[in-house]
Nanobody
Framework: QVQLVESGGGSVQAGGSLTLSCAVSVYSTNSRCMGWFRQVPGKEREGVAAISCSSNIAYYADSVKGRFTISRDNAKTTLYLQMNSLLPEDTAMYYC??????????????????WGQGTQVTVSS
């Protein structure tokens, strides 16, 4: 069973930076596709960034391109999200997700079978 645990959330002022981490309990082909999502109350959970299943190609939502960077370690047991130039609209609960891959787009929730419990990011103006 794959378990994901996020850390690194917190409160920062606009323009600040945070790095989120997601620890994967065990690497398997079931968790080779990984991504970050975020959600604010009353809205749909949205894809923020993802890393491709079989390589390190990164994908980003337009709203975070140029500010956020997704990466993972060589053992594929830790996923990171470096967030720079944070904006108040980046405030959300951030979730790590993992799955074995499918034909759906990286930002589709159905691509991922495993989810962490989330870490809160709050950006004040």
């Amino acid at each position: 069973q794959v378990q994901l645990v996020e850390s690194g959330g917190g409160s920062v002022q606009a323009g600040g930076s945070l790095t989120l981490s997601c620890a994967v309990s065990v690497y398997s082909t079931n968790s080779r596709c990984m991504g970050w999502f975020r959600q604010v109350p009353g809205k749909e959970r949205e894809g923020v960034a993802a890393i491709s299943c079989s390589s390190n190609i990164a994908y980003y939502a337009d709203s975070v391109k140029g500010r956020f960077t997704i990466s993972r370690d060589n053992a594929k047991t830790t996923l990171y999200l470096q967030m720079n130039s944070l904006l108040p609209e980046d405030t959300a609960m951030y979730y790590c997700a993992a799955g074995q891959g499918s034909a759906v787009q990286w930002y589709s929730r159905s691509r991922y079978a495993y989810w962490g419990q989330g870490t809160q990011v709050t950006v004040s103006s």
